[in-house]
């Protein structure tokens, strides 16, 4: 009998769930509903969890995931860090970007047509949420991030590899509270490759795709 406890990473677009007709506030409200956890990663600070604060970009809690809280589907808990961490590591990626902006502006500049040009090419091929949580948007995303961190510096990629790495420590600190507990963690697309690859390699943690969590429903 497998005793390792099951994560799912579900990928979310943030405000941009309003914008389309395959991954929908409610689809994903659906999906969490379906795969049912008894534990939830949410990206959020634990005050913002605590409060509800209405979210600007991250718009998927207060129109999917608060409401889904307020029934009772599950209990949550918070992957991002409180201050100072928060800041800290805010900082670190926006002192790498305003370096770049001075020293290269060209260079910055190239990168965000990378950036539009890879963020249409994927909004023209995803047709489901499952392909949001694809191995070839992990790969897309992955690159990317080595693109960036290539761009913008050492500190760029630190800041990055530090919210990740939170993240993760969360993730784990779930699973060893709650051993054999079927965990679902919420994290923008973006983060997918990096957490799935870590929780690989965890021995208390067998990672559960999306398609397989949803046990043959229609994601």
């Not at 209405?54 to 992957?79: H, M, N, T």
């Not at 928060?86 to 370096?99: P, T």
Request: aromatic share 10%; hydrophobic share 40%.
């Amino acid at each position: 009998m497998d005793k390792r406890t099951p994560v799912t990473v579900l990928a979310t677009l943030h405000h941009l769930h309003g914008q389309t007709s395959f991954y929908t506030f409610d689809d994903l409200a659906r999906i969490i509903r379906t795969i049912a956890p008894d534990l939830l990663g949410v990206e959020l600070t634990p005050t913002d969890l605590e409060s509800r604060r209405d979210q600007r970009i991250k718009q998927e809690y207060p129109r999917s995931v608060f409401p889904l809280l307020d029934e009772g589907l599950c209990q949550a808990f918070p992957l991002e860090p409180s201050e100072p961490t928060f800041s800290r590591l805010v900082e670190m990626g926006r002192r790498a970007q305003e370096a770049l902006h001075r020293r290269a502006p060209e260079v910055e500049e190239a990168f965000g047509r990378y950036v539009e040009s890879l963020y249409e090419t994927l909004f023209g091929w995803w047709a489901s949420p499952l392909d949001v949580n694809s191995e070839e948007t992990d790969r897309h995303f992955e690159i990317k991030h080595k693109f960036q961190a290539a761009v913008f510096g050492p500190e760029e990629h630190e800041g990055w590899e530090g919210w990740n790495q939170y993240f993760l420590d969360r993730i784990l600190e779930a699973v060893a509270q709650r051993p054999g507990a079927r965990v679902l963690v919420l994290v923008g697309a973006e983060h997918t490759y990096w957490l799935r690859k870590r929780l690989r390699e965890e021995e208390s943690v067998r990672l559960v795709s999306v398609a397989e969590a949803l046990g043959g429903e229609t994601a």
